[in-house]
């Protein structure tokens, strides 16, 4: 059972590596092509544990990626749409063992804003997305799933604010770790975010990422104490060069949790619209 658990909370620690790569950003751009990239650093050396205590590791683990992100903006009648995809290349230094650095899971995505009300600065959106195991599970580079994520994001700009929040449906498959079939367990997902413009370009603000998740099944035997939860809080700085490139930089730390690390995550979004 320790084995199971062992291999469980290294399938959490994937999953959060691959997770940096997801976008949070609510409010669509004009229609054309862009290139995004997203360098990003965690670290941890405690977790929390089955109980939501802090558990040191007694060594640190820790993880550096760059995902480039082309994407397509387009209009559908009076509504903007887009699609895109994410293939990300990972190093990862664990607490135990080699490190390994490869390509991670690529992320595939779509998204159609229901409300696209620009001069009122409402939007509200519809996305989905879909994790695709290309990398090297065994290595750590990877998670060996597929997920599927359905969820909705709304967004109000009222100048100097910006306000956003978004909720996902992350529904995850079986999948081989160490020769170990796993099914962990489905998650909800949570983010918001708080802006305030001190002039056209720069937006400092603050994020909030949270979720929850059930028992993972290992031959479709429920795991007891598997739950993963997180609350992650930190600042943000957006600086818009012109109205099709900009920066972003967010640093978050998971405050309280449940089998996730401790983490410290900082990353970075650049734009760049052609």
Same mark, same amino acid.
């Given at each position: 059972m320790k084995t199971v658990l062992?291999?469980?909370?290294?399938?959490?620690?994937?999953?959060?590596?691959? /997770?940096?790569? #997801?976008?949070? $950003?609510?409010?669509?751009?004009?229609?054309? =092509?862009? %290139?995004?990239?997203? *360098?990003?650093?965690?670290?941890?050396?405690?977790?929390?544990? /089955?109980?939501? #205590?802090?558990? $040191?590791?007694?060594?640190?683990?820790?993880? =550096?990626? %760059?995902?480039?992100? *082309?994407?397509y903006y387009g209009m559908l009648g009076e509504n903007r749409w887009s699609a895109g995809a994410s293939i990300p290349f990972v190093s990862i230094s664990p607490s135990v063992?080699?490190?390994?650095?490869?390509?991670?899971d690529m992320q595939v995505y779509a998204s159609y804003w229901?409300?696209?009300?620009?001069?009122?600065?409402n939007y509200f959106s519809v996305w989905f997305w879909s994790d695709v195991p290309i990398g090297d599970n065994d290595k750590g580079l990877g998670s060996g799933q597929m997920n599927i994520r359905p969820g909705v994001a709304w967004a109000t700009e009222k100048y100097p604010y910006l306000i956003q929040a978004s909720a996902y449906y992350n529904m995850r498959f079986k999948g081989t770790y160490s020769n170990i079939d796993i099914k962990p367990g489905n998650e909800i997902w949570g983010n918001t975010s708080f802006g305030y413009s001190v002039n056209d370009q720069m937006q400092p603000g603050?994020?909030?990422?949270?979720?929850?998740?059930?028992?993972?099944?290992?031959?479709?035997?429920?795991?007891?104490?598997?739950?993963?939860?997180?609350?992650?809080?930190?600042?943000?700085?957006?600086?818009?060069?012109?109205?099709?490139?900009?920066?972003?930089?967010?640093?978050?730390?998971?405050?309280?949790?449940?089998?996730?690390?401790?983490?410290?995550?900082?990353?970075?979004?650049?734009?760049?619209?052609?």
């Open positions: 062992t291999i469980t909370f290294a399938v959490l620690l994937i999953g959060s590596a691959s /997770a940096q790569w #997801n976008d949070f $950003d609510n409010v669509p751009y004009a229609p054309g =092509f862009y %290139l995004q990239g997203y *360098p990003g650093f965690a670290t941890a050396s405690k977790g929390w544990d /089955a109980d939501g #205590n802090s558990q $040191d590791w007694g060594g640190s683990w820790s993880s =550096f990626g %760059l995902g480039l992100n *082309p994407v063992g080699d490190g390994q650095t490869g390509i991670g229901v409300i696209d009300d620009h001069k009122k600065g603050l994020e909030i990422q949270t979720g929850w998740g059930a028992d993972s099944k290992t031959a479709n035997v429920t795991n007891a104490d598997t739950k993963e939860q997180w609350f992650k809080v930190g600042p943000a700085f957006a600086y818009t060069l012109n109205p099709t490139t900009s920066l972003k930089f967010v640093g978050l730390y998971n405050v309280m949790g449940k089998n996730t690390a401790q983490s410290i995550d900082i990353g970075a979004r650049i734009t760049w619209g052609f």
